[in-house]
């Protein structure tokens, strides 16, 4: 159990230092929109997901309802529970009900792709790659938290594009290789223009699920994912 441990904190020290730099982002615009240093480290602590966060402060700014909040969460996380389905088929024997829910809190883009790479995960192996890069995320909230109510509006905000950046690096390399998440995000971004200037009557939280839905339905329709090409991922 130690040894796996162990072995998880080394493999999400990489992790732990990227989660660093872009909870800073973070943890700027949260103080930005009104909310406390210990409400940013709070929200960090409780829901490993940036998009998911970035949306639900701005909700939380904006003061939308608690539906629009948990349709927010649930449309921009879902992936999560995919990522969930596919890591199952590598536990080994000791993951019991109770440690695959306590591990699920910890699958992120990137916790999910060390620990798929693996030959066999073991409940201890997921505590210690979720520790530790949780522990990155968490303290960069609050650096960035904090140096945003101490540097001036200028230096902070130049800063919080940071986790922006995260979003474009995530999407740009995909989007040059399929020609689908291409027009995914070209439709997401020209609804989003929509409804951040002609229909303002409708709230962020409820543009995000309808930006999302929309954009993913068009492409799953126009650009299937062959059935071959699904058999290999």
């Not at 441990?5 to 800073?24: A, E, H, Q, T, W």
């Not at 210990?38 to 940036?50: K, W």
């Not at 701005?58 to 969930?84: D, F, H, K, P, W």
């Not at 590598?90 to 440690?99: A, P, W």
């Amino acid at each position: 159990m130690k040894n796996d441990f162990l072995k998880g904190i080394r493999d999400g020290i990489p992790i732990c230092f990227g989660y660093l730099s872009v909870s800073f982002g973070f943890g700027i615009l949260a103080v930005g929109l009104g909310l406390s240093i210990l409400s940013a480290v709070g929200i960090s602590l409780t829901n490993l997901t940036s998009a998911g966060q970035v949306a639900g402060v701005g909700i939380i700014a904006a003061g939308g309802s608690l539906l629009e909040m948990a349709l927010t969460q649930l449309v921009i996380n879902i992936r999560y529970s995919l990522m969930g389905i596919s890591l199952s088929q590598k536990l080994d024997g000791s993951f019991n009900t109770m440690h695959r829910m306590i591990a699920s809190f910890g699958i992120t883009d990137e916790i999910f792709a060390v620990a798929v790479s693996q030959k066999s995960v073991s409940p201890f192996y997921m505590y210690g790659l979720t520790a530790i890069s949780a522990s990155g995320w968490v303290f960069g909230t609050f650096l960035g938290a904090a140096a945003g109510n101490i540097l001036p509006p200028s230096l902070s905000g130049a800063m919080g594009i940071v986790l922006y950046g995260m979003f474009l690096a995530i999407i740009i390399p995909p989007a040059k290789k399929e020609k689908g998440v291409l027009v995914a995000v070209l439709i997401a971004v020209f609804l989003s223009t929509v409804f951040e200037f002609v229909l303002k009557s409708v709230s962020g939280g409820f543009a995000i699920i309808i930006c999302s839905v929309i954009s993913a339905a068009v492409c799953a329709a126009v650009f299937p994912v062959p059935e071959e090409k699904e058999a290999e991922e």
